[in-house]
T-cell receptor, first 114, second 111 residues
Framework: DGGITQSPKYLFRKEGQNVTLSCEQN?????MYWYRQDPGQGLRLIYY???????QKGDIAEGYSVSREKKESFPLTVTSAQKNPTAFYLC?????????????FGQGTRLTVV | SQQGEEDPQALSIQEGENATMNCSYK?????LQWYRQNSGRGLVHLIL?????REKHSGRLRVTLDTSKKSSSLLITASRAADTASYFC???????????FGKGTRLSVIA
């Protein structure tokens, strides 16, 4: 089945640790995105990538890092510099940009700081 | 920055009734999309309407777009308990600019 897979579904992080969230897609999409969702605030863009080996910061990139070494994969690292990382993280992909195309979303990773 | 603002924030209706959600945005767009999110899950695309379109239908969904007022509405007819979810509008732009999402409307359909 084609789709976008995020793992793990739940993740717990201790203070001061870096953690990496996985996002893999087999849709052959060029563009991939990471969004953060907090209660009552909708989705906010963290990073996005339109092509392999290239990515751009979104609205809330501070404390996060990404890589795009393969077309299928776009992992997100939540670093210790992110002071309030507890949130629901959503990865998405699209054919290329959002001009008249839809985004496909993974099922999300819920990150909790303990 | 969030461009779309959905209204109302929450909506509770009886099964069989129609549900209407509105979305307002600030800048010119290429298209507007509506997504659905069940609790704790990812978003699912419902419908896309281009800036040169005024109305679009998909099953029990009807979307309108008024670019002069920078607003869109999503109508779900004959709602079912299974329609209970959050609904988000997202604005799409020319080029490779990512979608910008609103804060969503939480719809509860009571059986």
């Amino acid at each position: 089945d084609g789709g976008i897979t995020q793992s793990p579904k739940y993740l717990f992080r201790k203070e001061g640790q870096n953690v990496t969230l996985s996002c893999e897609q087999n849709l052959n999409h060029d563009a991939m995105y990471w969004y953060r969702q907090d209660p009552g605030q909708g989705l906010r863009l963290i990073y996005y990538s339109q092509i392999v080996n290239d990515f751009q910061k979104g609205d809330i990139a501070e404390g996060y890092s990404v890589s795009r070494e393969k077309k299928e994969s776009f992992p997100l690292t939540v670093t210790s510099a992110q002071k309030n990382p507890t949130a629901f993280y959503l990865c998405a992909s699209s054919i290329g940009g959002t001009v008249n195309t839809e985004a496909f979303f993974g099922q999300g990773t819920r990150l909790t700081v303990v | 920055s969030q461009q779309g603002e959905e209204d109302p924030q929450a909506l509770s209706i009886q099964e069989g009734e129609n549900a209407t959600m509105n979305c307002s945005y600030k800048t010119s767009i290429n298209n507007l999309q509506w997504y659905r999110q069940n609790s704790g899950r990812g978003l699912v695309h419902l419908i896309l309407i281009r800036s040169n379109e005024r109305e679009k239908h998909s099953g029990r969904l009807r979307v309108t777009l008024d670019t002069s007022k920078k607003s869109s509405s999503l109508l779900i007819t004959a709602s079912r308990a299974a329609d209970t979810a959050s609904y988000f509008c997202a604005t799409g732009f020319s080029g490779n600019t990512p979608l910008v999402f609103g804060k969503g409307t939480r719809l509860s359909v009571i059986a």
